[in-house]
């Protein structure tokens, strides 16, 4: 069965700093790549996916993401975390012969100001 | 601002009690999905749908069933409630062509 690993539970930065959060998957084939974020009190929404084409994808709010196929990752980036992406980050993957997306246990990230 | 709507946001209610957490959205979406998600853990997929009349069970073992008599509507029921229940419950939807689902708020029971 696919699974999802998100390495970093927590995490905490001070505003202005680079952010890096991991995210492996397990499945060898064919593969969609999402990561989702978590506001406090908000719903799950997307912020970036990838399908095919350029490996590198830009999301909103500044953050993009790598699929590396050779490593099974696809790892979440911003150059410089504001205050207001205090959230969770949750990594998800489906794969060509599932139906549904599998998710990672998400990472919760603390900006300081 | 997610057009998938979940009620009640929050409910606390007795064991043995039977509940229905509702699910809609207004976006047309022919795939529809109930995740669970308890605190600082990962999204159990519990029960899916590919369209009106078509009901699937998820990764995760759940008591709990659906329906989809309607392609707006996607409610979960618990026909006795119990505490092992107790955690959040997202509904999300997704078009035809697979891409990113959107979710709803959620509802977070609480079985005392």
């Known amino acids: 069965a696919q699974s999802v690993s998100q390495h970093n539970h927590h995490v905490i930065l001070s505003e202005a700093a680079s952010l890096e959060l991991g995210c492996n998957y397990s499945y060898g084939g064919t593969v969609n790549l999402f990561w989702y974020v978590q506001y406090p009190g908000q719903h799950l929404q997307l912020l970036l996916k990838y399908f095919s084409g350029d490996p590198l994808v830009k999301g909103i709010k500044g953050f993009e993401a790598e699929f590396i196929k050779s490593k099974f990752s696809f790892n979440l980036r911003k150059p410089s975390v504001q205050w207001s992406d205090t959230a969770e980050y949750f990594c998800?993957?489906?794969?060509?012969?599932?139906?549904?997306?599998?998710f990672g246990s998400g990472t919760r990230l603390q900006v300081q100001p | 601002e997610a057009d998938i709507y979940q009620t009640p946001r929050y409910l606390v209610i007795g064991t043995g009690k039977k509940i229905t957490l509702e699910c809609s959205q207004t976006?047309?979406?022919?795939?529809m999905y109930w995740y669970q998600q308890d605190p600082g853990m990962e999204l159990h997929l519990i029960h899916y749908s590919y369209g009106v009349n078509s009901t699937e069970k998820g990764d995760l073992s759940s008591e709990s069933t659906v329906s989809r008599i309607r392609t707006e509507h996607f409610p979960l029921t618990l026909e006795s409630a119990r505490p092992s229940h107790t955690s959040q419950y997202l509904c999300a939807s997704t078009e035809a062509g697979g891409g990113g689902y959107t979710f709803g708020s959620g509802t977070r029971l609480t079985v005392v």
């Open positions: 976006m047309g979406h022919d795939k």
């Open positions: 998800a993957v489906r794969d060509t012969g599932r139906r549904a997306l599998t």
